[in-house]
Protein backbone atom coordinates (compact mmCIF):
# COMPACT_ATOMS: atom_id res chain seq x y z
CA UNK A 1 0.00 0.00 0.00
CA UNK A 2 1.05 3.47 -0.92
CA UNK A 3 1.73 4.87 2.19
CA UNK A 4 2.17 9.29 3.22
CA UNK A 5 3.64 9.78 6.14
CA UNK A 6 3.26 13.37 7.73
CA UNK A 7 5.73 13.92 10.70
CA UNK A 8 3.37 15.02 13.03
CA UNK A 9 -0.06 14.67 14.44
CA UNK A 10 -0.36 17.78 16.15
CA UNK A 11 1.73 20.76 16.24
CA UNK A 12 1.04 23.86 18.56
CA UNK A 13 3.16 26.57 17.72
CA UNK A 14 3.49 30.58 18.57
CA UNK A 15 2.70 33.28 16.27
CA UNK A 16 5.65 34.10 14.51
CA UNK A 17 7.23 30.97 14.53
CA UNK A 18 8.72 29.31 11.50
CA UNK A 19 6.33 26.48 11.08
CA UNK A 20 7.41 23.08 8.68
CA UNK A 21 5.14 20.40 8.12
CA UNK A 22 6.58 17.36 6.28
CA UNK A 23 5.45 14.87 4.40
CA UNK A 24 7.31 11.75 2.82
CA UNK A 25 5.33 9.63 0.28
CA UNK A 26 6.85 5.78 -0.27
CA UNK A 27 5.84 4.91 -4.15
CA UNK A 28 7.91 7.02 -6.45
CA UNK A 29 4.49 9.87 -7.00
CA UNK A 30 5.39 12.35 -9.21
CA UNK A 31 2.41 14.67 -7.86
CA UNK A 32 1.98 16.10 -4.24
CA UNK A 33 -0.44 18.04 -2.67
CA UNK A 34 -1.13 20.44 0.58
CA UNK A 35 -4.29 21.16 1.61
CA UNK A 36 -5.76 22.94 4.60
CA UNK A 37 -9.20 21.49 6.06
CA UNK A 38 -11.33 24.02 7.69
CA UNK A 39 -15.16 23.49 8.96
CA UNK A 40 -17.40 24.20 6.48
CA UNK A 41 -14.69 25.16 3.50
CA UNK A 42 -14.01 21.74 2.94
CA UNK A 43 -10.32 21.12 1.18
CA UNK A 44 -8.48 24.02 0.26
CA UNK A 45 -5.33 23.50 -1.85
CA UNK A 46 -2.46 25.64 -0.88
CA UNK A 47 0.55 24.29 -3.06
CA UNK A 48 1.24 21.86 -5.49
CA UNK A 49 4.11 19.91 -7.14
CA UNK A 50 4.45 17.81 -9.90
CA UNK A 51 8.23 17.82 -10.20
CA UNK A 52 11.33 17.48 -7.61
CA UNK A 53 12.01 21.29 -7.18
CA UNK A 54 8.93 22.38 -9.40
CA UNK A 55 6.05 24.22 -7.36
CA UNK A 56 2.07 25.99 -8.24
CA UNK A 57 0.19 27.90 -6.20
CA UNK A 58 -3.16 26.40 -5.43
CA UNK A 59 -6.14 28.42 -4.33
CA UNK A 60 -4.89 30.04 -1.19
CA UNK A 61 -1.14 30.35 -1.12
CA UNK A 62 -0.63 33.47 0.94
CA UNK A 63 1.41 33.20 4.17
CA UNK A 64 2.85 29.44 2.77
CA UNK A 65 5.80 28.25 1.01
CA UNK A 66 7.03 24.72 0.04
CA UNK A 67 10.17 22.59 -0.90
CA UNK A 68 10.78 19.58 -2.81
CA UNK A 69 14.51 18.66 -3.41
CA UNK A 70 13.89 15.04 -3.37
CA UNK A 71 10.72 13.32 -5.10
CA UNK A 72 9.76 11.39 -1.88
CA UNK A 73 9.43 14.54 -0.04
CA UNK A 74 7.34 17.83 -0.11
CA UNK A 75 7.46 20.25 2.67
CA UNK A 76 5.21 23.23 3.78
CA UNK A 77 6.39 26.08 5.57
CA UNK A 78 4.55 28.55 7.45
CA UNK A 79 7.46 31.72 6.99
CA UNK A 80 5.65 33.64 10.20
CA UNK A 81 2.53 31.71 11.81
CA UNK A 82 -0.26 33.56 12.88
CA UNK A 83 -3.66 32.33 14.52
CA UNK A 84 -5.51 32.23 11.30
CA UNK A 85 -3.08 29.20 10.38
CA UNK A 86 -4.68 27.09 13.09
CA UNK A 87 -6.05 24.49 10.93
CA UNK A 88 -5.43 20.61 9.58
CA UNK A 89 -3.08 20.31 6.98
CA UNK A 90 -3.57 17.46 4.64
CA UNK A 91 -0.74 15.95 2.26
CA UNK A 92 -1.37 14.03 -0.51
CA UNK A 93 0.19 12.47 -3.57
CA UNK A 94 -0.58 10.67 -6.67
CA UNK A 95 0.37 9.98 -10.40
CA UNK A 96 -1.83 11.70 -13.07
CA UNK A 97 -3.77 8.89 -13.50
CA UNK A 98 -4.59 7.53 -10.45
CA UNK A 99 -6.27 9.09 -7.30
CA UNK A 100 -4.70 10.49 -4.22
CA UNK A 101 -3.72 9.04 -1.13
CA UNK A 102 -3.40 11.01 2.30
CA UNK A 103 -1.39 11.54 4.95
CA UNK A 104 -2.75 11.11 8.58
CA UNK A 105 -2.92 15.05 8.50
CA UNK A 106 -1.24 17.26 11.03
CA UNK A 107 -3.71 19.78 13.56
CA UNK A 108 -1.70 22.69 13.85
CA UNK A 109 -2.72 25.17 16.59
CA UNK A 110 -1.31 29.13 16.70
CA UNK A 111 -1.77 30.36 19.78
CA UNK B 1 -13.99 25.74 -14.27
CA UNK B 2 -14.93 22.91 -12.45
CA UNK B 3 -16.62 22.87 -9.37
CA UNK B 4 -18.44 20.66 -7.07
CA UNK B 5 -21.61 20.58 -4.81
CA UNK B 6 -22.45 18.90 -1.58
CA UNK B 7 -26.13 19.23 -0.93
CA UNK B 8 -26.01 18.82 2.16
CA UNK B 9 -24.12 19.49 5.35
CA UNK B 10 -25.13 16.85 7.89
CA UNK B 11 -27.22 13.73 7.12
CA UNK B 12 -28.95 11.71 10.13
CA UNK B 13 -29.94 8.01 9.26
CA UNK B 14 -31.11 5.43 11.51
CA UNK B 15 -28.65 1.97 11.88
CA UNK B 16 -29.78 -0.22 8.84
CA UNK B 17 -32.08 2.32 6.96
CA UNK B 18 -30.56 3.78 3.11
CA UNK B 19 -27.73 6.39 3.03
CA UNK B 20 -28.20 8.86 0.38
CA UNK B 21 -25.00 11.63 -0.33
CA UNK B 22 -25.97 13.98 -3.29
CA UNK B 23 -23.54 15.70 -4.99
CA UNK B 24 -24.08 17.81 -8.12
CA UNK B 25 -20.72 18.92 -10.43
CA UNK B 26 -19.88 21.23 -13.25
CA UNK B 27 -17.25 20.46 -15.74
CA UNK B 28 -16.45 21.61 -19.47
CA UNK B 29 -14.67 18.07 -19.55
CA UNK B 30 -15.54 14.83 -19.28
CA UNK B 31 -14.84 14.42 -15.64
CA UNK B 32 -13.13 12.55 -13.14
CA UNK B 33 -15.23 12.26 -9.88
CA UNK B 34 -14.38 10.65 -6.73
CA UNK B 35 -16.04 10.14 -2.82
CA UNK B 36 -13.46 10.20 -0.05
CA UNK B 37 -14.50 9.57 3.63
CA UNK B 38 -12.53 10.96 6.82
CA UNK B 39 -13.41 9.24 9.90
CA UNK B 40 -12.68 11.34 13.10
CA UNK B 41 -8.53 12.88 13.57
CA UNK B 42 -7.67 10.49 10.26
CA UNK B 43 -7.09 11.27 6.91
CA UNK B 44 -9.40 11.02 3.81
CA UNK B 45 -9.73 7.09 2.51
CA UNK B 46 -10.74 6.97 -1.40
CA UNK B 47 -14.45 5.38 -1.59
CA UNK B 48 -15.05 4.63 -5.36
CA UNK B 49 -14.06 6.53 -8.03
CA UNK B 50 -15.74 7.15 -11.51
CA UNK B 51 -13.93 7.37 -14.87
CA UNK B 52 -16.04 7.08 -17.45
CA UNK B 53 -15.65 2.72 -17.45
CA UNK B 54 -18.89 2.13 -16.22
CA UNK B 55 -21.81 5.00 -14.90
CA UNK B 56 -22.21 2.98 -11.67
CA UNK B 57 -19.30 2.47 -9.52
CA UNK B 58 -19.16 0.45 -6.20
CA UNK B 59 -17.05 0.94 -3.87
CA UNK B 60 -15.65 -0.31 -0.53
CA UNK B 61 -17.44 -0.78 2.63
CA UNK B 62 -20.61 -0.86 0.34
CA UNK B 63 -21.41 1.89 -0.59
CA UNK B 64 -21.87 2.85 -4.70
CA UNK B 65 -22.30 5.63 -6.48
CA UNK B 66 -23.92 6.43 -9.98
CA UNK B 67 -22.75 9.08 -12.17
CA UNK B 68 -25.29 10.90 -14.31
CA UNK B 69 -24.30 13.40 -17.07
CA UNK B 70 -27.85 14.42 -17.96
CA UNK B 71 -28.61 15.75 -14.04
CA UNK B 72 -24.57 16.41 -13.80
CA UNK B 73 -24.91 14.03 -10.49
CA UNK B 74 -22.64 11.45 -8.35
CA UNK B 75 -24.73 10.81 -5.17
CA UNK B 76 -23.49 7.89 -3.09
CA UNK B 77 -25.96 5.67 -1.57
CA UNK B 78 -25.63 2.38 0.43
CA UNK B 79 -28.36 0.09 1.35
CA UNK B 80 -27.76 -0.09 4.99
CA UNK B 81 -25.85 2.19 7.29
CA UNK B 82 -23.94 0.76 10.04
CA UNK B 83 -22.41 2.81 12.72
CA UNK B 84 -19.12 2.39 11.76
CA UNK B 85 -20.29 4.69 8.39
CA UNK B 86 -20.71 7.83 11.09
CA UNK B 87 -17.87 9.98 9.39
CA UNK B 88 -17.88 13.05 7.03
CA UNK B 89 -17.85 12.11 3.04
CA UNK B 90 -16.12 14.14 -0.07
CA UNK B 91 -16.94 14.63 -3.63
CA UNK B 92 -14.28 15.44 -5.30
CA UNK B 93 -13.85 16.72 -9.16
CA UNK B 94 -10.61 16.00 -11.25
CA UNK B 95 -9.24 19.32 -12.79
CA UNK B 96 -7.38 19.17 -15.62
CA UNK B 97 -7.85 22.17 -17.44
CA UNK B 98 -4.07 23.17 -16.01
CA UNK B 99 -2.58 20.18 -17.42
CA UNK B 100 -2.12 19.02 -13.81
CA UNK B 101 -4.28 16.56 -11.79
CA UNK B 102 -5.82 18.83 -9.25
CA UNK B 103 -8.91 18.21 -7.53
CA UNK B 104 -11.85 20.06 -6.69
CA UNK B 105 -13.40 19.17 -3.02
CA UNK B 106 -16.43 19.74 -1.96
CA UNK B 107 -17.29 21.18 1.30
CA UNK B 108 -18.33 17.99 2.88
CA UNK B 109 -21.27 16.01 4.04
CA UNK B 110 -21.29 14.84 7.78
CA UNK B 111 -22.94 11.74 8.35
CA UNK B 112 -24.67 10.79 11.69
CA UNK B 113 -25.65 7.28 12.02
CA UNK B 114 -28.38 6.65 14.77
CA UNK B 115 -28.84 3.85 16.73
Known amino acids: DVKVTQSSRYLVKRTGEKVFLECVQDMDHENMFWYRQDPGLGLRLIYFSYDVKMKEKGDIPEGYSVSREKKERFSLILESASTNQTSMYLC??????????FGSGTRLTVV | AQSVTQLDSHVSVSEGTPVLLRCNYS??????LFWYVQHPNKGLQLLLKYTSAATLVKGINGFEAEFKKSETSFHLTKPSAHMSDAAEYFC?????????????FGTGTRLKVLA
Open chain 1, 92 to 101: ASGRTDSPYT
Open chain 2, 27 to 32: SSYSPS
Open chain 2, 92 to 104: VVSDLTSGTYKYI
